[in-house]
């Protein structure tokens, strides 16, 4: 049996009065499935994804009304999950309106006054992917609204950093933001898209981080690998992030499989691929999954 395959199902002794199973299991914490077609769910479910959260996104095109969002909410709420669980998957999301839309502010105001419609569905996890995008003074009035909103209902927060140029500076004003309010604690909010420039910025300030692994852009599997050795296993995750555009779900599987060809350890592969995740998203308040495999003590 190879390396991989001794990754995959088994097993490492922890003491000598414990082993601990390392199955398969991985979760997607960042995954657009409402683009994506059922046979990346069979793949998935393939490769041992046991569950996903889906935040909210931009469509591609601006939607015209709060109606329209209330509808994708419904689809993120209602719809998807239960397709999700037709493949073994179990289906968690997030709600906002994102940071290309915000924008339009008084839009954006209507639709974060549907948002409490949701908030008590089961497996809505908080509020995101909210943040900034071209860093502009409505995005940033929009940030700040939505964060409100989280505090006043006690939500869990899933920020989205900007792409490429903007990335540095908008990751920087995003947690100025963040840190300047008390009440946000940093435990229960996950900075996402992090890249080399950015990680130790969030991860200083206490904050969860999120590699995305996309094909070209942001982080590939090698870097984030390069990432994790660099600053370590803690408050780590990855997500595939794929959506409508060039993106790959089997990224979550190649990451893992870069860690083992690296030498990682099968319990390292585990923390980064469903503990990590599991332990952060279980923080939420209506958080509905009975995962496969219990957490190991901290
Ligand atoms: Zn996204």
Not at 86 to 98: K, P, R, S
Request: aromatic share 8%.
């Amino acid at each position: 049996m190879g390396p991989w395959r001794r990754c995959h199902y088994l097993l490492s002794a922890a003491t000598t009065t414990s082993v601990i199973i390392v199955a398969m299991y991985y979760l997607d914490p960042h995954i657009h499935m409402v683009s994506r077609v059922t046979d990346d769910y069979v793949r998935m479910a393939q490769a041992g994804c046991v569950a996903i959260s889906e935040p909210a996104f931009w469509a591609g095109f601006d939607r015209g009304s709060a109606e329209a969002f209330r509808d994708y909410f419904r689809q993120l709420t209602d719809f998807e999950p239960k397709r999700a669980a037709q493949y073994g998957i179990h289906h968690m999301c997030w709600l906002c309106i994102n940071a290309k839309e915000a924008e339009d502010v008084s839009l954006s105001r209507e639709v974060i006054s549907v948002i409490p419609e949701f908030l008590d569905q089961p497996g809505v996890l908080g509020i995101g992917e909210i943040g900034l995008n071209k860093n502009t003074k409505n995005e940033v009035t929009i940030f700040q609204e939505q964060v409100e909103l989280a505090m006043k209902t006690d939500e869990l927060i899933l920020v989205h950093t900007p792409h490429l140029q903007d990335k540095y500076r908008g990751t920087r004003m995003i947690l100025d933001i963040l840190k300047a309010d008390s009440r946000v604690q940093p435990g229960r909010v996950l900075i996402d898209h992090v890249e080399e420039h950015t990680i130790a910025h969030a991860l200083d300030a206490g904050f969860w981080v999120g590699m995305t692994l996309y094909p070209v852009t942001k982080c590939t599997p090698k870097r984030s690998v390069d990432l994790i050795e660099r600053y370590g296993s803690e408050r780590i995750m990855a997500n595939s992030a794929a959506d409508w555009g060039p993106s790959d779900p089997m990224n979550m599987p190649a990451l893992l499989r870069t860690l083992d060809e690296r030498k990682h350890d099968a319990l390292t592969i585990h923390k980064i691929a469903y503990e990590n995740p599991l332990r952060f998203l279980s923080q939420a308040r209506r958080f509905n999954f009975d995962p496969p495999l219990p957490l190991r003590p901290e």
